[in-house]
């Protein structure tokens, strides 16, 4: 049991140490091609897919990536806390499966949104404008139909945040009092955990978990901290 849990320790250290780079890699695609103006105006997101879908759907592979790394982390956190904090990290480790599964699926939709956008004519680019190209070849009912795909999107966007907020409070809290992580980690999962409790704040949580994850995967690696 006790080898079980180092090679789940060691496995968690490598994960958490790949989600920085994967972390970096999205702030990338992010903000530097797809644009903080897409980013919070569907219309021009749409425009995007249309003209360029690339950053998107690589957007949507990573979501998938940081799907697998969070799996990883969450049985890591309840094997090395399910002992001392029985109840506590049972909930913590449901919180943290629901975000998974509201990110895959969000990673989902999001990609099935922009293979339509996709299939529109691209010989039409210089007659129209994508959104008027949508609109003449799938009618007003279909357009409204992609709106609302858009809507569950962005509200599943925001459940993940939230539902991984918990998550981080939960476990930075149980790991604080167990003193098996350094402290400043607990104390910045806090405060991520803290900060996802307002969607809006998501790019803050991404940011300081470049430094989070950092830190993990070199506790988790360190043998004295198994």
């Known amino acids: 049991m006790q080898r079980h849990q180092i090679n789940l320790q060691q496995i968690g250290g490598t ?8 972390t970096v890699v999205t702030l990338i695609v992010a903000l530097g091609f797809i644009g903080a103006a897409a980013l919070a105006d569907p ?12 950053p998107l759907i690589v957007q949507d592979a990573l979501k998938v990536v940081s799907a697998g790394i969070a799996v990883v982390l969450i049985l890591v956190f309840h094997s090395r806390l399910q002992n001392d904090f ?15 599964m509201c990110l895959l699926v969000n990673a989902g939709l999001s990609l099935a949104l922009v293979t339509q956008a996709v299939n529109v004519p691209q010989e039409q680019t210089g007659l129209n404008s994508p959104l008027s ?17 858009n809507g569950l999107i ?16 939960l476990v930075s809290w149980a790991s604080l009092k167990t003193n098996r992580l350094p402290r400043w980690i607990n ?8 900060l ?12 300081l978990g470049i430094p989070w994850s950092f830190g993990l995967g070199r506790a988790l690696l360190n043998k004295e901290m198994a």
Request: proline share 5%; with cysteine; charged share 10%.
């Open 15 to 22: 994960a958490a140490l790949i989600n920085v780079a994967v």
């Open 43 to 54: 219309n021009k997101l749409m425009e995007l897919a249309v003209r360029n879908p690339t």
């Open 86 to 100: 029985p109840r506590l990290v049972r909930a913590a480790t449901c919180f943290g499966f629901l975000s998974v």
């Open 133 to 149: 190209m949508l609109l003449d070849r799938r009618g007003t009912a279909d357009l409204a139909a992609q709106g609302s795909l």
């Open 154 to 169: 962005n509200l599943l966007g925001m459940a993940v945040i939230l539902v991984n907020g918990l998550w981080y409070l």
């Open 187 to 194: 104390y910045l999962g806090l405060t991520m955990g803290g």
């Open 196 to 207: 996802s409790l307002l969607p809006p704040l998501g790019i803050f949580v991404l940011v």
